[in-house]
């Protein structure tokens, strides 16, 4: 994990196709493919979330899917679910700004005033974090320090999971394996808008453990920073 400030332990965690898809094709629903989960798999999920402080997804996550991000199938705490809009526009009758848990909506300084209220009356906490655009690192910081989250889940989408990686904040990916291709130039895949100019740009994954939760395998690698939190080229 980064050292140069102080921020939670990150895993990503994902369903992914053969062909490193998450959904069936650009603007559906994941959860159409997750009904092809293993009910061991669901467990399995579920019962990660219940061990994590907080659970981010993208807020376009939120537009496609209306993710509720709650525990269910297990007992257990619900993490703070943290979604990052910068101009504080995802629709308010989102699942997440339900009252089943606590929400943070992280918005840029510039988010407009009466977007920010009416989600503040929607019951959910606002954290500005960046000015024009949802500083990322700097998010890490405030949910580590002002919320105490040690340990942060994040569910996606690719674009989230993209700029997550970029600033060296993931430490552990966790995949579940879906025996299905879907195919598709721009179906968006675990990790979208990431464009490398060579070899040495690629981010280093160490498998640590493989298992079968029920049909599904499930894959878990640690991301290999070098000194100062930096991925090792
Ligand atoms: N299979 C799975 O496990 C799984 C899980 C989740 C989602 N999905 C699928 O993924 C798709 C949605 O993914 P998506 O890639 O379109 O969207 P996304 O990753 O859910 O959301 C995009 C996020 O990127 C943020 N962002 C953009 N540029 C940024 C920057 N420079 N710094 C910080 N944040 C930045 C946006 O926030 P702003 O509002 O601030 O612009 C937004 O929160 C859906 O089809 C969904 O079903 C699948």
């Known amino acids: ?34 009904k092809y989960m293993a009910p061991e798999t669901e467990v399995l999920l579920h019962s990660t979330r219940a061990e994590y402080d907080a659970i981010m997804v993208g807020s376009n996550t939120i537009r496609i899917d209306n993710s509720f991000l ?11 679910r943290v979604i990052p809009n910068s101009h504080a526009d995802i629709p308010l009758e989102s699942n997440v700004l339900g009252d089943d848990a606590r929400t943070v909506i992280a918005v840029a300084r ?34 580590k320090e002002d919320y105490g989250v040690d340990r942060l889940m994040v569910e996606g989408g690719p674009t989230l999971n993209w700029h997550m990686l970029h600033h060296s904040l993931v430490d552990e990916i966790r995949l579940i ?28 994954l160490s498998l640590k453990r493989h298992y079968m939760c029920g049909s599904n395998l499930v894959t878990e690698y640690d991301v290999v920073y070098g000194d100062g939190g930096h991925v090792v080229p």
């Not at 929607?122 to 024009?132: I, K, L, M, S, Y």
């Not at 979208?192 to 060579?198: K, L, N």
């Open 70 to 80: 709650t525990v269910r199938l297990v007992e257990g705490k619900g993490p703070i």
């Open 177 to 204: 394996h879906l025996p299905f291709i879907v195919g598709g130039e721009d179906t968006p895949s675990l990790v979208g808008g990431m464009q490398i100019g060579s070899e040495e740009e690629m981010i280093r």
């Open 110 to 143: 510039d988010a407009p005033a009466d977007r920010v209220a009416a989600i503040r009356n929607r019951g959910a906490e606002v954290v500005v974090a960046g000015e024009h655009r949802v500083d990322l690192p700097l998010l890490m910081g405030v949910l």
């Open 1 to 34: 994990m980064s050292d140069d400030y102080p921020r939670p332990h990150v895993l990503m965690m994902s369903e992914i196709t053969v062909d490193g898809k998450l959904t069936l094709k650009r603007g559906v629903s994941s959860k159409i493919l997750m």
